[in-house]
């Protein structure tokens, strides 16, 4: 009798990650790690000055210090600027615009060598004039910081639908509103870093912390002279990226571009307080909103103009409109949208991608401005965004069809499992009575893609996928791990089809040199586009399998089924065949030999943006609801945030412990943009470059918080799932501001609610209510 | 050249001995001498927790204690929990309740709940939320770290999985 193998999922397990067990002991080297045979070290020696002209750079001193290999200025480097408008050259030849400016870079033997030789670098300068702020870069007369745009603005978006004049005629009330968003940085536990190795013929290895090796190829080549086929990127294990590592920064090139002239490795690494001043920010953003609505809450129009303190140069904050495009236009019903945004060059530091991307910002505006007007309204926070919900099959103003979501679900669960109507009346009551400590609840929601964003001609991802004669199976992605669990969930799919065992499963990923190509992690894309490619390929391989063996066995293919290493009946689980043992008669057949080795490339069915910003853009979206109940010293202002109740729809969960950690860890991260982080920049300058000043959520500080998610099942998704990173970093911040306002009464339209500006703002209250009394 | 000095010291169990530049770290000597990269330079001025290693039964910052204090001690780092007995229960717990992301923080974090729970086995989540106040993760939230902990206490007590 052959033993019986029932039917195993490892999709929606607790499965373990499968770098963990190296990981905890030790055993992985990571990028910050890595050393290679004769390695130099490389260290930049950046501007003093927020703007001025450089009259002269003299490195002679520091090329003559013993260990000193090389010493680069502009001078002896090709003049290519990267960036997303191609407007930063990595070596600066005559002009500093930021603090942060690369002016020359030295390579030597030793890290100590370096710091002493970026000493000996002579520079002078003569100041220009400067300016920080948007409005005033604006002006007329204000200091041109690149010249090919005198108006000082970098990039400009516009999105018109519907007739908002009209609807505003037709609106019983308008709320209008101002939000300026923060500086925050993305503090990486591993400090910015790359290693470049150039080989005889050229060719360039770089090993990189970057999101987006196969596009990164194209977008540095240039800068070093090299063709981007001769270009390899390995991304070895990273500390932490969170959008940070979607663009090339000067340091990349500089690395090359030393290894090209010294021909030996070159490492460059960055200090922490150089990781503060000269990674890019989360991107400020100073909205206005006006905003309309019926007498009985529902929405008639949004009209948002933006203004983006663009920094210096132009990497990808200066895209974030795009993503907060659609927030304002398809978060809520609304009709008739108006949205303008412009980045405006300054003299500060300037900003990238960050984890939620330009929706971050733009929910923390758009969830406080909707508690504004559910008060104005007169109805509680619920039903107010109860009655503007989207519903399944809506299609956005800006094309997005919006098939398979639950925001009525997110908001009810929510609400109900946090007793919010009920505390939340009593918490506003409670504004008045004697005491302290005050209590408030509030909620706020988001929407985000889910199922990838087609911002390039493609947002697909390739797969190679075999088998050996052991039934192990090893999938090479085009995706990258860069810690949030994809080689997980890659494992956990293909292990399904295949009928194997996690620990038969090898993931190789993160080389250009071996991976097809993938865009890139961002996007919350990667366990849908990635996972979708792997699933597919797996398929595949299963088919030739199940082929085999129904021939073999003369049956139908659709009566067998893969478990635990077996060939199985479909209906009874019997075993009829180990795997392996069909793999190596498939291999060993002579001239019929078969092995098993597929490929995939999955192209999900999204759309550009046309000129209009109108298109499907993401195969699949979803929403978060979040609940934070607080409580506030109104003396001190410090905020506590006991609990959350956080509410997802994320498709179907893969890795039940992978997407918990995503969701707790990207709360912990929305935390601290809410309350405590700030990036303090004041006339271009950093002010607090350390973790000592720039403070990030510790373990007390983090509340309870209970999960709830929404099974929705993505037809699209593999195995029913959405992406799901984003959300929780997207919704948190706004919920707890709601709350703020439930306790006190105040209104902190800025980020972060640090404890001396809620303080201020709690006894100015008290002021202006004290005089207002007879 | 720094002057450098002789050292002598238990290292994970086993006599080691180096020439250490005097006014080198702790945590640079065990990276670059002794080749153990599980401790991490993060913000090099004990503010994050990723550096901690044990010394003679205390969790230290790394970075901050001169390598030269080495000697005499009895060291334990990330590397020297792992042994013929397989993972440390702390380890373990690490890698079963999903408490590893990114993973650069984990060394430290495992280090300091070890040395947490070698002084109160019976440690509540709210002491052990002190015990890694300084340690910062900005992947996981701390939320499995905390699980992980709570489930490595309850092993080293004997009261096998939680």
Redesign the interface.
Same mark, same amino acid.
């Given at each position: 009798m052959n033993k019986v193998i029932p039917k195993h999922s490892f999709v929606g397990t607790?499965a $373990? @990650?499968l770098? *963990? =067990?190296d @990981? *905890?002991?030790?055993?992985?080297?990571?990028i /910050?790690?890595l050393v290679l045979p004769r390695m130099l070290y490389a260290k930049i020696r950046r501007s003093e000055r927020v703007h001025a002209r450089i009259l002269r750079v003299d490195t002679a001193k520091a090329k003559a210090l013993p260990g000193v290999v090389a010493v680069i200025t502009a001078a002896d480097t090709p003049e290519i600027a990267i960036g997303v408008l191609k407007d930063n050259p990595p070596l600066k030849r005559d002009r500093v615009r930021t603090i942060r400016d690369e002016i020359a870079a030295v390579a030597a033997e030793s890290e100590a060598i370096c710091d002493e030789a970026l000493r000996l670098i002579e520079v002078e300068y003569e100041d220009l004039p400067t300016v920080f702020d948007c409005t005033e870069a604006l002006q007329p007369g204000a200091p041109v910081i690149h010249a090919n745009r005198p108006d000082n603005i970098a990039m400009a978006h516009q999105f018109d639908h519907g007739d908002v004049a009209a609807a505003e005629a037709a609106s019983d009330f308008v709320v209008e509103g101002a939000y300026n968003v923060h500086y925050v940085t993305?503090?990486?536990?591993? $400090?910015s870093c790359c290693v470049a190795d150039v080989d005889v013929e050229g060719r360039v290895t770089l090993y990189s912390q970057t999101q987006y090796p196969f596009i990164m190829k194209m977008d540095i080549a240039p800068s070093l002279g090299v063709h981007p086929g001769d270009l390899r990127v390995i991304q070895p =294990? $990273?500390?932490?990226?969170?959008g940070s590592k979607l663009d090339v920064y000067p340091y990349e090139p500089i690395c090359v571009l030393l290894a090209q002239k010294t021909r030996r490795p070159v490492k460059l690494v960055f &200090?922490?307080e150089e990781e503060f001043v000269a990674s890019p920010t989360r991107q400020p953003v100073e909205f206005r909103i006006r905003a309309g609505m019926k007498r009985d809450g529902t929405l008639t129009f949004r009209d948002v103009d933006t203004l983006l303190n663009n920094g210096g140069y132009t990497s990808w904050g200066a895209t974030t409109p795009f993503v907060t495009m659609r927030t304002i236009s398809s978060h809520y019903r609304v009709p008739h949208v108006r949205y303008r945004a412009r980045a405006i060059y300054t003299n500060n530091p300037y900003a990238g991608s960050f984890r939620g991307y330009g929706n971050v910002q733009a929910t923390w505006a758009v969830e406080t401005h909707m508690d504004k007007m559910a008060e104005v309204a007169g109805l509680d926070p619920i039903a107010f965004r109860l009655k503007n919900a989207n519903e399944p099959g809506d299609v956005t103003p800006q094309g997005a069809r919006l098939a398979n979501i639950d925001l009525k679900g997110c908001l009810r669960i929510a609400a109900e499992k946090s007793d919010f109507l009920r505390k939340w009346a009593a918490y506003r009551a409670g504004r008045a009575a004697p005491g302290r400590i005050k209590r408030g609840i509030g909620i706020a929601a988001s929407l985000h893609n889910a199922g990838g964003a087609k911002i390039h001609k493609s947002d697909g991802c390739g797969t190679i996928l075999k088998l050996d004669d052991y039934a192990r199976a090893t999938v090479i992605t085009g995706g990258s791990e860069?810690?949030?669990?994809l080689d997980t969930v890659i494992a956990q799919l293909v292990a399904d089809e295949l009928g194997l065992a996690l620990r038969d499963i090898t993931v190789v990923m993160n080389d250009t040199a071996t991976g097809p190509w993938d865009v890139g992690v961002h996007a919350s894309r990667s366990t849908y586009i990635a996972g979708n490619s792997a699933r597919r390929a797996a398929r595949k391989a299963r088919a030739m399998i199940l082929d085999e063996a129904a021939k073999q066995a003369n049956v139908g293919v659709a009566q067998l089924d893969l478990r635990a290493g077996f060939v199985v009946q479909a209906d009874n689980g019997v075993a009829i065949v180990a795997i392996d043992k069909l793999l190596r008669q498939m291999h060993f057949a002579g001239e019929d030999a078969k092995l098993v080795m597929v490929t995939d490339y999955y192209e999900p069915p999204s759309e550009n943006e046309d000129k209009n910003h109108v298109g499907d853009m993401s195969a699949a979206y979803s929403h978060a609801a979040h609940v934070a109940e607080i409580a506030v010293d109104t003396r001190t202002g410090e905020i506590k945030v006991e609990t959350i109740w956080s509410v997802q729809d994320v498709g179907r969960i893969v890795?039940r /412990?992978?997407i918990?950690?995503q969701i707790?860890?990207?709360? *912990? +991260?929305g935390l601290g943009y809410a309350l405590s982080e700030e990036l303090v920049i004041e006339r271009g300058r950093v002010r607090n470059p &350390?973790?000592?000043d720039y403070h $990030?959520?510790? *373990? =007390?500080e +983090?509340p309870k918080?209970d999960m709830t998610f929404l099974e929705t099942g993505d037809a699209e998704g593999p195995a029913g799932a959405k992406g799901i990173a984003e959300l929780p970093t997207i919704v948190i911040a706004p919920a707890v501001g709601n709350a703020l306002y439930n306790a006190t009464g105040v209104r902190i339209d800025h980020p972060p609610l640090a404890a001396e500006k809620v303080a201020r703002a709690i006894w100015e209250r008290a002021q202006r209510s004290t005089r207002a009394a007879p | 050249m720094s002057l450098e000095v002789e050292i002598a010291f238990t290292l994970n169990g086993r006599a080691v001995s180096a020439a250490v530049p005097a006014t080198a770290s702790a945590l640079t000597v065990l %990276?670059e001498r002794f080749d153990?990269?599980?401790?991490?330079?993060? #913000?090099?001025?004990g503010? #994050?927790g990723?550096c901690t290693i044990i010394v003679d039964g205390l969790s230290r910052n790394s970075c901050l204690m001169p390598a030269v204090d080495l000697a005499g001690r009895t060291v334990r780092?990330?590397?020297g929990?792992?042994g013929e007995r397989g993972?440390d229960p702390v380890?373990q717990a690490?890698?079963?309740?999903?408490?590893?992301?990114?993973?650069? #923080?984990?060394?430290g974090m495992?280090m300091q709940i070890r040395h947490a729970l070698d002084r109160n086995p019976a440690a509540g989540e709210?002491e052990? %939320? %002190?015990a890694?106040?300084?340690?910062?993760? %900005?992947?996981?939230?701390?939320?499995?770290?905390?699980e992980a902990a709570l489930a490595a206490g309850q092993r080293m007590r004997g009261g096998g999985a939680p």
């Open positions: 607790r $373990v @990650k770098d *963990a =067990p @990981k *905890a002991t030790g055993r992985t080297r990571y /910050n790690d993305h503090c990486n536990l591993g $400090v =294990p $990273v500390g932490g990226a969170f &200090s922490r860069i810690g949030q669990g890795n /412990n992978g918990e950690g707790e860890g990207g709360i *912990a +991260m &350390s973790f000592r $990030v959520m510790t *373990a =007390p +983090m918080i | %990276r153990l990269a599980g401790a991490k330079l993060v #913000c090099g001025e503010e #994050c990723a780092t990330v590397e929990l792992w993972l380890q690490f890698v079963d309740t999903g408490a590893v992301q990114c993973g650069y #923080c984990t060394a495992v709210a052990l %939320r %002190r890694i106040e300084g340690n910062v993760c %900005r992947c996981t939230g701390y939320a499995k770290v905390i």
